[in-house]
């Protein structure tokens, strides 16, 4: 719960439209208990009347009239301004989450992403939901009470202590007891939902080779054993809702007995009359009205405290790499220097340990070395998406770690074997390099990369929208594409992490020779398993963690 209060800032923000909702909620209530009470009473008394002529007819029939229109409006407008919070904390919260998540690259060493995505959809929905199904009603119902016991204090005092005592455990002490019943259960909904989806994103992403190797079943067994998980799971989430229920439903009951009870005293004593008894009876019913929605307001505060812990342990979650206290500003140029660089993802197991080599401005170097040597991950510390466990890393002289992450990202540019190209026109994933390129820039740099001529030849062109991880494109498209994205940037170091891995032999010789062309005055670095060009200025060896001999310049 405490979790939950921690978002008290963003739920601050839109006090009015909650506070307003409550007093609709609170109005409709009113308004039914006046019908109720009033049509009782009006009832009861025109019954009773003996000359039917001398009853007052006008009066009360225009109030149950009146409340009833009060009860439709108020209800109406309970929802709409209900829905509009609750949208705009929607909103308010997913900004929230992005604005955290994204100083945490890489997410995925971090969070699975069934996981991520159970985050960022069910749980934001867990939390935006929360006034509207859990704080608003309950706290509707407990004024109610509070409301209908002083109205019982004043004119049946009998019934108000039973009432009161029954009303507040109906509202207040089963929610409690159903929450606190419900946490563990509502907890393994929450974690058997996230591997349900991480079961089938799994079974999505690889489906063409689970078929393919008949491995469908075991797929198939694995997400079945997921959906028993969350069944199970849900099942003792319903029959703790089902008993909760039973129980408000009882204490109703118990409530209106005890009312019945004084009221009856009441009357023999003479100190109340039977339509104003009446009347109250059917008030107290109605009152009931506002447990209706306790049980799964009840249901959903587990849910939501479950949730917002959950989205804090991603807000609460530290970067992997500190940003410095007064970043210095990175010297112009693309010279980068490793020195006596130790890292090792788990520090007793170093995978380079004491690198170094330098690479001077504007040239193209290669990195090469058997697979498992860290080719891949001299491009992570380059990167800064990890930091070295000893020695140092500089650009143009400067600690990388003495520098802003976003400037040293501006300044360095990293394209990997999974660039994704995504679900967009081919100029809205260009212009990811840089936002301002016009048409012409791109153009160029098009065809640059050999695929001016492609576009050009497309119907739409630049707006072609190009598939889901540009799967309407073949591989050595989609590579150029996000080679172009990369050579958009301003950066002065392109780093390359095994550009060309599953490209055809001919295209990854063309795509390596040419490389270097490209980079202009920029400096490059190539991880690669490819045999190298001689178009690359100097081939690095990496073995056991270190360069293996000096570095021949190529002729
Ligand atoms: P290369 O690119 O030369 O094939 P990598 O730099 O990817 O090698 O990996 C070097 C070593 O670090 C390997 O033994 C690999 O298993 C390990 N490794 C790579 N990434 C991680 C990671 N995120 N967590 C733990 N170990 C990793």
Redesign the pocket.
Known sequence: MRAILAFAPLFGRLKGPMLLTLALSLLTIAAGIGLLGLSGWFLTAAALSTAGSAFNLFAPSAGVRGLSFVRILSRYGERLSGHQATLRLLSDLRAWLFARLFPLV?LS?RFGRGDLMSRLLADVEALDTVFLVALGPISTAVLTGLAMTVLLVVFLPGAAAIYGTLFFAAVLLVPIALVLASRKAGAEVVAAASALRQAVLDGLDGHQDLVLFEARGEAELASEAAVSRLAAARRRLGRNAAIASAAVQGLAGLALLGTLGAGFAALELRQVDGPLLAGLLLAVIASFEASALLVRSATRLAGAAAAADRLQAIAGSAPVIAEPAEPQVLPAGGEVRFEAVRF???PQ?P??DGLSFAVRTSECIAIV????????????LLLRL?DPDAGTIRLNGCDLRAAASSELRRRVALMTQDAPVFLDSIRANLRIGRDAADDAELGAVLDAVHLGGFVRGLPEGLATVVGEAGRTLSAGEARRICLARTLLSEAEVIVF??PTSGLDFETEAAFLTELPALMRDRTAIV?T?AAVPATFSRVLE?RAGRIAEPSVPRP
């Open positions: 890489p060493r090792g993802y788990d197991r995978v380079l070395g058997p697979s498992g040597a860290g080719k891949s991950t001299i491009a992570q990890v992490d095994e991880v398993h990496l």
